[in-house]
Structure formats: C-alpha cells, structure tokens
C-alpha cells in the first residue's frame, strides 16, 4: 500500500507566496511521475503542474512563471512554490504519483488534498 500525504496549504493575501509538499510512502519501488492537481467549488479538477523522475517539468498556461514543482527521487517527495498568488488560485490542492510498486503492480494515489486560499 502507497500513502501520500500533503502539507503547507493555508490563507494568504493576493501576490503573497506558500509552498505545498508531499511525501509518499508505502511499498515504493519506484514513481514515474509526481503531479501537482487543483480543484475549485463547481469545478473540475485541474493539472497544475508535472514532474517526472527524469527531473522534466511542465506548467498549466495559468501558473507558468509563477509556480515551480521540484522533487526528491530519494525521497518520494515533491514540493509546489506557490508565488504571486492570486485570488484565482483558490482551491484545494492535490498531490498524485503513478507508483510501481515492490510487488510489481504500478497504480495511481492521490493525496488527501490541502486547502488553498488566496484572499484580501
């Protein structure tokens, strides 16, 4: 079994900056790819940001300049810079890794999701 498990959400005022982590743990044998997910209040769930074990990066149009996902292979963690924030970035934040694990299944987790808000 995978866990992953999010931190660093909170309040903050526009153009103000968090940093959201994730940690994974369980029986990892290895992750191909980390993601970064938002959702807000009558909408879908959307791709934020990707970052693969290779170190490759991408942004969604909207936070490119804005947000940097670094990662840890070692660790199985990966972390979201949050800077500039607007009050469109409100939403909760989800954390998810593609996982092959020691037992040779590769499966799909997802965090518990952590709790953005941008607002004056």
């Known amino acids: 079994q995978v866990q992953l498990v999010e931190s660093g959400g909170g309040l903050v005022q526009p153009g103000g900056s968090l940093r959201l982590s994730c940690a994974a743990s369980g029986s990892i044998f290895h992750i191909s790819a980390m993601r970064w997910y938002r959702q807000s209040p009558g909408k879908q769930r959307e791709l934020v940001a990707i970052?693969?074990?290779?170190?490759?990066?991408s942004y969604d149009e909207s936070v490119r300049g804005r947000f940097t996902i670094s990662g840890d292979n070692a660790k199985h963690t990966v972390t979201l810079q949050m800077n500039s924030l607007k009050v469109e970035d409100t939403a909760v934040y989800y954390c998810y890794a593609r996982v092959a694990t020691v037992v040779g299944d590769v499966n799909d987790y997802w965090g518990q999701g952590t709790q953005v808000i941008v607002s004056s």
């Open positions: 970052i693969t074990s290779g170190g490759s990066t």
